[in-house]
């Protein structure tokens, strides 16, 4: 059974950086096509994909993101961490965490619950 | 980047309809299109991957199909569980992928 869980601070002053962690169960991000990516939504808004890193330590950015986002992995630990720089109230969203896999047409098909930070001072 | 569309953005219907939710990407994707339902306050889940492949344990009145630019979500009876926000999203440029803007279901 794969989960998903992203923790993280819930309010973050505008300029400071925001580390997200996804923890995870049920599969190994050291498996051949697997990957973890980051999808944030704003209150009443779309879906917006932030970054994707592969068990080959492959990473992709979001091009207009790409600047402020990191994305790391720790096999051992089964752990994603995102770091967003420079928060703007514009970066308020629910941030998700998601399982992909080649096999289902690269699709997300696990997501964690989501975790809403707020940017504000 | 390629830029995704759905059309309507939202729709009224009732219990027992056909609906059918239109997605257009700006250049061909092949098949490499999801759709996600999501629910107030839900993380949004998997449908249809790869344009038409149902995910397991998703209902079969739901159904995917085209290929390109253009897809079509169908759901063949409308059922109370299924008012929702539905996305797509394209999966064959990454980064990044894109989702659509989402298309509302609600009750007529």
């Known amino acids: 059974q794969i989960t998903l869980k992203e923790s993280g601070p819930t309010l973050v002053k505008p300029t400071q950086t925001l580390t997200l962690t996804c923890t995870f169960s049920g599969f190994s991000l050291s498996t051949s096509g697997v990957g973890v990516g980051w999808i944030r939504q704003p209150p009443g808004k779309a879906l917006e994909w932030l970054a994707l890193?592969?068990?080959?330590?492959?990473?992709r950015y979001s091009p207009s993101l790409k600047s402020r986002l990191t994305i790391t992995k720790d096999t051992s630990k089964n752990q994603v961490v995102l770091t967003m720089t420079n928060m703007d109230p514009v970066d308020t969203a629910t941030y998700y965490c998601?399982?992909?896999?080649?096999?289902?047409?690269?699709?997300?098909?696990?997501w964690g619950q989501g975790t809403l930070v707020t940017v504000s001072s | 980047d390629i830029q995704m569309t759905q059309s309507p953005s939202s729709l009224s219907a009732s219990v027992g309809d056909r609906v059918t939710i239109t997605c257009r990407a700006s250049?061909?994707?092949?098949?490499?299109l999801n759709w996600y339902q999501q629910k107030p306050g839900k993380a949004p889940k998997l449908l249809i991957y790869a344009a038409s492949s149902l995910q397991s344990g998703v209902p079969s009145r739901f159904s995917g199909s085209g290929s390109g630019t253009d897809f079509t979500l169908t759901i063949s009876s409308l059922q109370p569980e299924d008012f929702a926000t539905y996305y797509c999203?394209?999966?064959?440029?990454?980064?990044?992928?894109?989702f659509g803007p989402g298309t509302k279901v609600d009750i007529k």
């Open positions: 250049q061909s994707i092949s098949s490499y």
């Open positions: 890193i592969y068990w080959d330590d492959d990473k």
């Open positions: 998601a399982h992909r896999v080649a096999s289902y047409g690269y699709s997300f098909d696990y």
């Open positions: 999203q394209q999966s064959y440029s990454t980064p990044p992928d894109t």
